[in-house]
C-alpha cells in the first residue's frame, strides 16, 4: 500500500474536467511540495506539475494542480484522447526519510 | 539537449548481482543531484535511490537498504547503481532521473529480470 493514496482509475469524455487526488499526511504532502507525472503506454514518466501548482514550459494550461493540507490534486480540463495515461503523485516523506509515489490512476477517455 | 541513458539489465538469478549505469550527456551533470526509479511489470513507480551532485547525501528506499548502492562520477558524467542480493521482487525497469528546479528528465530504462 502507497503512503500517497490516489483512486486506481478515472473516466471521463472528450471535452470534460477530470480531478484526480492524492491523499498523504503531514510527513509528506502537509510539509513538502507536490509533483505530478504522466506516464503514457510503454514510456518514460513525464513531469506534468511541479512544486504543487507550475507547469513546466511545454505542458499545456489544461494540466493545473492544487494542495491544501495533506491532500494534492491535478485538475485536466478539456479532456483530449491523448490524455488517456497513467498519473502519479509524488512527494518527499521527512519521517521515511525517502520519496514517494501515489498507486499511479489509470485515466480512460470514453 | 538531455539525454540520459540506462544499461546493464538483464537476467540474474536471485542472490545474484547487477550493475546498472547512466550516462549523461547535455547538461552539467556534477551540478545536479540524481536519481533511480523503478517499475515493476504492470505496477506503479517505486523510487529507489538519491545521490547529491557531490555525494553527499544519500538515501535508499527501505526495500533495497543494504542492498544496493547508488554511486556516481562526475568526470564520467555517469550513475551507477550496484544491485547485490538481487531477489523476484526487485524485477522491474529500472529509470535513472535527473530534476532540475522546473523540469526532470528520465532515461528509457533498463530492465531487470531476477529469475531461476
Known amino acids: 500500500q502507497s503512503v500517497l493514496t490516489q483512486p486506481p482509475s478515472a473516466s471521463g469524455t472528450p471535452g470534460q474536467r477530470v480531478t484526480i487526488s492524492c491523499s498523504g499526511s503531514?510527513?509528506?504532502?502537509?510539509?513538502?511540495?507536490v509533483n505530478w507525472y504522466q506516464q503514457l503506454p510503454g514510456t518514460a514518466p513525464k513531469l506534468l506539475i511541479y512544486s504543487n501548482n507550475q507547469r513546466p514550459s511545454g505542458v499545456p494550461d489544461r494540466f493545473s494542480g492544487s494542495k491544501s493540507g495533506t491532500s494534492a490534486s491535478l485538475a485536466i480540463s478539456g479532456l483530449q484522447s491523448e490524455d488517456e495515461a497513467d498519473y502519479y503523485c509524488?512527494?518527499?516523506?521527512?519521517?521515511?526519510?525517502?520519496?514517494?509515489f501515489g498507486g499511479g490512476t489509470k485515466l480512460t477517455v470514453l | 539537449e538531455v539525454q540520459l541513458v540506462e544499461s546493464g539489465g538483464g537476467l540474474v538469478k536471485p542472490g545474484g548481482s547487477l550493475r546498472l549505469s547512466c550516462a549523461a550527456s547535455g547538461f552539467t551533470f556534477s551540478s545536479y543531484s540524481m536519481n533511480w526509479v523503478r517499475q515493476a511489470p504492470g505496477k506503479g513507480l517505486e523510487w529507489v535511490s538519491s545521490?547529491?551532485?557531490?555525494?553527499?547525501?544519500?538515501y535508499y528506499a527501505d526495500s533495497v537498504k543494504g542492498r544496493f548502492t547508488i554511486s556516481r562520477d562526475n568526470a564520467k558524467n555517469s550513475l551507477y547503481l550496484q544491485m547485490n542480493s538481487l531477489r523476484a521482487e526487485d524485477t522491474a525497469v529500472y529509470y535513472c532521473?535527473?530534476?532540475?528546479?522546473?523540469?526532470?528528465?528520465w532515461g528509457q530504462g533498463t530492465l531487470v529480470t531476477v529469475s531461476s
Open positions: 509524488a512527494a518527499w516523506d521527512d519521517s521515511l526519510n525517502g520519496r514517494r
Open positions: 532521473e535527473m530534476a532540475t528546479t522546473t523540469n526532470d528528465y
Open positions: 503531514s510527513s509528506n504532502i502537509g510539509s513538502n511540495t
Open positions: 545521490i547529491s551532485s557531490s555525494s553527499s547525501y544519500i
